[in-house]
């Protein structure tokens, strides 16, 4: 038995050395990971986690036993129960805590940054408290704009003058500004691609009559270094009430609907706020995006649909969990930093 246990022990002390150098490993793979954001990397990495995970268990089992070793397990979890638990309680909302999936909120959130969220029990007083500007809407209005909602989904680009159909990614100076709707481009890939045939083009008009009209403005996006100019939303105009972008509004996560384009969990800046009876539908916009997510033909989400408002988070922390769920795909927009000025 005492040659057993010697065995064992000499078994422990040879294996743990290795698996702290998978951790090292592990650690420098996921570096390089935040850097590079590389698919190839990322399936390393999970790999390499699920090795971690079964040698930890391994070791475990053959140091404790498997009883010691389930009861650690199921108490570690417990644990991590009542802490999730205490958190809802505390912060007022069923999901307290997220992770940011992309860079369209760059620069004030940083993609697998993790991020702590605070419930709306009152959506009213949220929107006084934070000078949300908040426009009321008749029910009947609002059921036309859901009527209407694809010839909602608008917004502006410049385009080779003289040919509507020519739409260019930037703006050097020599271009016209023209109105297109974005469900037709997006149907139809024709974004950037010199030559279509311009079908995606509507007349200045075609926004007179909608609920939310949009106004643009011009400003400067780096790309990896390189200063555009480019063509943004800068405000909207809702019934006779024009709204400005704020980038000192609070940040709000939403959950979106099979009708949206863009799905899953979203965290953007609250642009304004509709009031229709009881009811509030908030229109929001990512600092990195040129359009609000409903020229992107995602729908304003209800008050019921907003998880929470952004508290605070952790940098960095939240790519394990882009990691393991299989959303470590590389974001191109990464690279792109919009210069506009923050008010």
């Known amino acids: 038995m005492a040659k057993k246990a010697a065995t064992r022990h000499g078994m ?40 971690i995970l079964f040698a930890e268990f391994k070791y ?24 999730w638990i ?3 309680l505390v912060l007022q909302t069923e999901s307290p805590v997220d992770v940011v999936s ?55 680009y410049p385009y ?28 139809n890939s024709e974004l950037g691609r010199p030559g279509n045939d311009g079908r995606c083009y509507v007349p200045l008009s075609a926004q007179q009559s909608n609920l939310i009209r ?11 270094g390189t200063i555009y100019r480019e063509v943004y939303t800068s405000s909207i105009t809702i019934g006779n009430t024009t709204i400005t972008e704020n980038y000192s509004n609070p940040i709000v996560i939403y959950r ?3 009708s949206d384009a863009f799905t899953g969990d979203i965290i953007h800046r609250m642009v304004a706020a509709m009031r229709v009876g009881d009811s509030y ?15 992107a033909l995602n729908y304003p989400p209800s008050q019921s649909d907003i998880v929470g408002y952004y508290i605070g988070g952790v940098p960095y922390l939240g790519y394990l969990r882009l990691i393991v769920s299989g959303s470590f795909t590389p974001d191109p927009q990464c690279g792109q930093v919009t210069l506009r000025s923050q008010s």
């Open 12 to 51: 422990m002390k040879e294996n743990y050395p290795l698996l702290w150098v998978l951790y090292a490993i592990l650690a420098i793979l996921i570096l390089l990971y935040v850097v590079h954001n590389s698919t190839s990397l990322g399936i390393v990495i999970l790999i390499l986690i699920a090795v």
């Open 60 to 83: 475990s089992v053959r140091e404790e036993g498997v009883w010691k070793t389930v009861m650690d397990v199921a108490m570690a979890l417990a644990a991590v129960a009542a802490v």
């Open 86 to 88: 205490v958190l809802i």
């Open 102 to 156: 992309s860079c369209s909120m760059l620069p004030a959130l940083q993609r697998g940054e993790m991020v702590f969220l605070h419930g709306i029990p009152n959506m009213t007083e949220f929107l006084q408290a934070h000078g949300i500007p908040t426009v009321n809407v008749s029910q009947g209005a609002y059921s036309s704009f859901l009527a209407n909602i694809s010839g909602e989904f608008l917004s502006f």
């Open 160 to 187: 080779a003058r003289g040919n509507v159909g020519d739409i260019t990614t930037y703006y050097t100076g020599g271009e016209s500004i023209g109105l297109y709707n974005m469900k037709c481009l997006y149907t």
């Open 214 to 224: 949009y106004n643009y403005s011009i400003g400067n996006v780096s790309i990896n």
């Open 256 to 258: 979106t609907n099979q």
């Open 281 to 295: 539908y908030i229109l929001t916009k990512g600092d990195n995006n040129q359009v609000l997510d409903l020229q």
